[in-house]
């Protein structure tokens, strides 16, 4: 075997036999991502099913498309299946999940070990970094910053929900642009040419006869249409920020969701830790953080099969991470 | 009868008898006010009840709410009843409230006239001043300013609900408010006396053992707290930002909510309409709006009153206004 025996923690195992597969598992609001890989870092296996996130889909639905796209990676790696520890990385609502069914479905086809939650943003970290220590900052639909240290999760920043939080986040960016429509329409805001993108990304027509109030009959089919939706799907509109031109209203939400991220990320930072700073999520990886190195990750599943790895008593050093990216990459689609 | 008949309009119908007693009523999402008074302003019966927004309290209940309101002043009054057109000031929701069976339900009472729905903003401007034209500027969970002419709402901005618009509202305020907190327990913004405030309105202990990540314990119970509510239930914190002292965080609250304020009554200002200004609702009262000369009113109840007998014709002056303002005072407990 490829792989050297961590000799630290209290995780070691005694191989009598050569190590089965491994599975990991990188659960998120959108989609729900799983590997199959060896040892010794060789992707072999790749599935791909709905959300995981029982909060976005309820816990049933994710528990199914988390037995989808584990079967569909099995399947791929024609494994016989997996008796170490499974990593699913999931946001902190991932304990909703029934593990308990899903690891009867599981050990079905051959997934016999314990399952593991971990962190999703430390499988993001994981993602662009091999080392134990640095920082990971994230900004899809929510957004977050932690700290790692160790290999482990030490400090976090944000991440607190569309209410109490995910500054910077594509709610947050969601939310101003249509707020600054409205705002347009209203006459109590300036002009703006995200008005035209929003409209137009909803099916209302910029014309039609105005209301006895001097109001556009836009304005009321705008309020109808984001009413109708729920709150955090005001992050679907995010994209529009990045196609406005030289939008000033645009402009300046996409400076105050920077300076929102860096606030966050600044917030986890200490001078002990340098970097690597690692960079998740579909609107930071548009919004950029001009200053900082960042390293760019487009989801936690190498993260997620390095947690794997490492829960398995196995260390990873460089090149062990460059295989298993280079041989995961090589599996997507 | 000391009335005078309007002879602009259509609304003019034959007196052939002595009008009845006349009916108003001013619902809102928290209580609604239900007055009986004499075409000549002698305001005679006064009934509170709950929420009469179908938004609010669903439309059934809100239907219950604006007949036990109406019963009330009935029978304070000791009134016969009225076949005039009743005035219902609500805000624009109000038109889900089922008025059918309400006129049914006020049939049996003697209510057997028309009627007729009135915005609530303009109940309020008529609250706090008996000329034709000027504006109305609200802020309680939310907000939105109006201009007037000839007696008629002709102008609004904002008032959009908590996710599109309320720039300035209680709701605006109190989401602030719990970001704010939020974020100083997150260490990620500046230290403010808003979170004890909030903290021990929430009945949550600020000390306790800190999680793993470093966060306090007291920010994953502010988030259960927070998301256990209806996003539009956050205007319920405002009043905190009163109570805050010289902090800093809250002034920065306070002075948006302002000028938010400012901003929706220019955008319905014009320079042929002088005034006055009315203000209303509680946020409003206790922001206040320097240079601006507000006239500031506790509710639409008188308004809805003036309302109530211009839909029956009757011109409402200056002394007839005095006499509604100060009869129906006398009444309220």
């Given at each position: 075997?490829?792989?050297?025996?961590?000799?630290?923690?209290?995780?070691?195992?005694?191989?009598?036999?050569?190590?089965?597969?491994?599975?990991?598992?990188?659960?998120?609001?959108?989609?729900?991502?799983?590997?199959?890989?060896?040892?010794?870092?060789?992707?072999?296996?790749?599935?791909?099913?709905?959300?995981?996130?029982?909060?976005?889909?309820?816990?049933?639905?994710?528990?199914?498309?988390?037995?989808?796209?584990?079967?569909?990676?099995?399947?791929?790696?024609?494994?016989?299946?997996?008796?170490?520890v499974?990593?699913f990385?999931?946001?902190?609502?991932?304990?909703?999940v029934p593990?308990?069914?899903?690891?009867?479905?599981?050990?079905?086809?051959?997934?016999?070990?314990?399952?593991?939650?971990?962190?999703?943003l430390?499988?993001?970290?994981?993602?662009?970094?091999?080392?134990?220590?640095?920082?990971?900052?994230?900004?899809?639909?929510?957004?977050?910053?932690?700290?790692?240290?160790?290999?482990?999760?030490?400090?976090?920043?944000?991440?607190?929900?569309?209410?109490?939080?995910?500054?910077?986040?594509?709610?947050?960016?969601?939310?101003?642009?249509?707020?600054?429509?409205?705002?347009?329409?209203?006459?109590?805001?300036?002009?703006?040419?995200?008005?035209?993108?929003?409209?137009?990304?909803?099916?209302?027509a910029?014309?039609?006869?105005?209301?006895?109030?001097?109001?556009?009959?836009?304005?009321?089919?705008?309020?109808d249409?984001?009413?109708?939706?729920?709150?955090?799907?005001?992050?679907?509109?995010?994209?529009?920020?990045?196609?406005?031109?030289?939008?000033?209203?645009?402009?300046?939400?996409?400076?105050?969701?920077?300076?929102?991220?860096?606030?966050?990320?600044?917030?986890?930072?200490?001078?002990?830790?340098?970097?690597?700073?690692?960079?998740?999520?579909?609107?930071?990886?548009?919004?950029?953080?001009?200053?900082?190195?960042?390293?760019?990750?487009?989801?936690?599943?190498?993260?997620?099969?390095?947690?794997?790895?490492?829960?398995?008593?196995?260390?990873v050093?460089?090149?062990?991470?460059?295989?298993?990216?280079?041989?995961?990459?090589?599996?997507?689609?």
């Amino acid at each position: 075997l490829n792989s050297i025996i961590n000799s630290r923690g209290p995780r070691i195992k005694p191989h009598n036999r050569p190590m089965t597969d491994l599975l990991a598992v990188d659960a998120g609001g959108t989609s729900t991502r799983a590997i199959v890989l060896t040892p010794d870092g060789d992707c072999r296996g790749f599935g791909r099913a709905g959300s995981g996130n029982p909060i976005s889909s309820g816990p049933d639905h994710a528990a199914r498309e988390l037995v989808a796209a584990v079967r569909e990676a099995l399947e791929q790696a024609s494994s016989r299946g997996s008796d170490g520890v499974a990593v699913f990385a999931m946001a902190g609502a991932g304990s909703r999940v029934p593990m308990d069914s899903i690891a009867v479905q599981l050990g079905r086809v051959g997934v016999l070990g314990e399952l593991r939650l971990e962190s999703d943003l430390l499988a993001t970290f994981c993602s662009g970094a091999w080392e134990l220590d640095g920082y990971a900052v994230v900004a899809g639909t929510g957004a977050a910053a932690i700290r790692v240290e160790g290999g482990r999760q030490v400090a976090v920043a944000d991440g607190l929900g569309w209410l109490l939080g995910d500054a910077g986040s594509g709610f947050g960016i969601g939310r101003r642009i249509v707020r600054a429509v409205a705002a347009d329409l209203d006459r109590r805001g300036p002009t703006t040419s995200l008005t035209a993108l929003l409209l137009a990304e909803l099916g209302i027509a910029s014309e039609g006869e105005p209301t006895g109030m001097g109001r556009p009959a836009s304005l009321g089919l705008l309020v109808d249409a984001v009413y109708a939706l729920r709150p955090i799907d005001l992050a679907r509109f995010a994209p529009l920020v990045f196609m406005a031109g030289e939008d000033e209203v645009a402009a300046a939400i996409r400076d105050d969701a920077r300076a929102a991220l860096r606030t966050s990320l600044a917030a986890v930072r200490t001078a002990e830790v340098a970097g690597p700073v690692v960079g998740g999520g579909g609107v930071l990886g548009a919004l950029g953080l001009p200053g900082v190195d960042l390293h760019p990750v487009v989801d936690g599943a190498v993260g997620a099969a390095v947690l794997a790895l490492r829960a398995n008593g196995i260390v990873v050093d460089r090149p062990m991470f460059e295989r298993m990216r280079d041989s995961l990459a090589a599996l997507r689609p």
